[in-house]
């Protein structure tokens, strides 16, 4: 079964058309306009089911579908956001091309130890990027609003850690909202730090690899390491932007490594010229700054998506372990 993730959305043109949003969710793609004085409603051009789309294409910033005997062309304003809307109409073709028995089966059996890794992956990186974002609320005058809404996060993703067994009941986060309810900033970030560091030597304390023995490439627990590390060091270099930190040679390096290092994972998806260019947006002003930090951030997301395609792809094709005679 599929994750429900929210809707990704640019701006965009449509070939024929004219200017408008593209919306892109788990199993449609849709076109509107917003009109009104305050662009409160929504005419929807194109409502186009992943389920109907024959084929996509991409030229630099144009999409192309075929569906239901239509072609329908989208120029995405931003190129920045072109790879990630491509990606996520390619992840839904993919899902929908899935058969039916398949899914079922996959919703029916326990979770394994890659089925878990891949879990505790993805759902520690929600955390520390939740508990990042309160840290990133705490400069300047205070927004405590934002930063109750960071609690908000944090306590959702890291109940949807502790569900994945006893081993991983390990993180309090009760400390932080305490702090957050008495409004203390000092207090809040050292809690929030405290919870980090607990996070990440929990994730780096097994070395077990259960994914060993198999024909196909697959990713073992280093290689999910090496991710998390990316988002730890990418999280802190946005911080050090946030309050002013001149001094960030060393991050910037250790994560340029760590994303040079996942181009060696299987199905890569780190391209290092557009990594270079990301990284030179850093020292271009606060908008450039942004557009690189989320640059890399929608690299290492979907290198996220790809180890875990990768993982699922090889213990399909594992062979059954004899039965004992």
Same mark, same amino acid.
Not at 198 to 224: C, I, Q, V
Not at 263 to 270: A, E, V
């Given at each position: ?159 949807? %850690?502790?569900? *994945?067994?006893?081993? #991983?009941?390990?993180? =309090?986060?009760? @400390?932080?909202?305490? +702090?957050?309810?008495? &409004? ?11 919870? %980090?560091?607990? *996070?990440?030597?929990? #994730?780096?304390?097994? =070395?077990?690899? @259960?994914?060993?023995? +198999?024909?196909?490439? &697959? ?14 060091? *990418? ?91």
């Amino acid at each position: 079964m599929s994750t429900t993730k929210p809707a990704t959305i640019v701006k965009s043109r449509l070939r024929n058309f004219g200017n408008g949003v593209l919306e892109v969710s788990n199993d449609t793609v849709k076109f509107y306009v917003e009109t009104g004085r305050f662009r409160k409603h929504r005419e929807t051009i194109r409502n186009i089911p992943i389920a109907e789309i024959d084929s996509l294409e991409r030229q630099e910033n144009d999409l192309s579908l075929a569906w239901k005997e239509n072609t329908d062309v989208f120029a995405v304003a931003e190129t920045s956001k072109v790879l990630a809307i491509h990606e996520r109409i390619l992840a839904g073709l993919k899902e929908q091309q899935k058969p039916a028995e398949i899914t079922v089966a996959e919703t029916q059996k326990q979770p394994d130890k890659t089925n878990l890794l891949m879990q505790e992956t993805a759902t520690t990186i929600d955390v520390a990027n939740a508990l990042f974002s309160i840290l990133g609320h705490l400069h300047g005058r205070v927004d405590w609003k934002l930063v109750e809404l960071g609690f908000k996060q944090v306590d959702e993703a890291s109940a949807k %850690l502790t569900s *994945l067994g006893t081993d #991983f009941a390990f993180l =309090d986060v009760k @400390p932080i909202s305490v +702090a957050v309810q008495q &409004r203390y900033p000092k207090e809040v970030a050292d809690r929030t730090l405290e919870a %980090l560091k607990t *996070l990440h030597k929990h #994730f780096n304390t097994d =070395d077990s690899s @259960p994914t060993e023995g +198999a024909d196909k490439p &697959r990713p073992n627990k280093k290689d999910w390491k090496v991710l998390v590390q990316a988002f730890y060091v *990418l999280n802190d270099l946005k911080i050090g932007a946030v309050v002013g930190d001149k001094d960030s040679e060393k991050e910037t390096t250790e994560l340029m490594n760590l994303l040079d290092e996942l181009t060696k994972q299987p199905g890569s998806r780190i391209d290092m010229s557009a990594v270079k260019t990301s990284f030179e947006k850093l020292s271009l002003g606060k908008e450039k700054q942004k557009e690189g930090f989320e640059d890399i951030k929608v690299m290492l997301e979907l290198q996220l998506q790809e180890l875990m395609l990768v993982a699922s792809s090889a213990q399909q094709t594992s062979p059954t372990p004899a039965k004992p005679v």
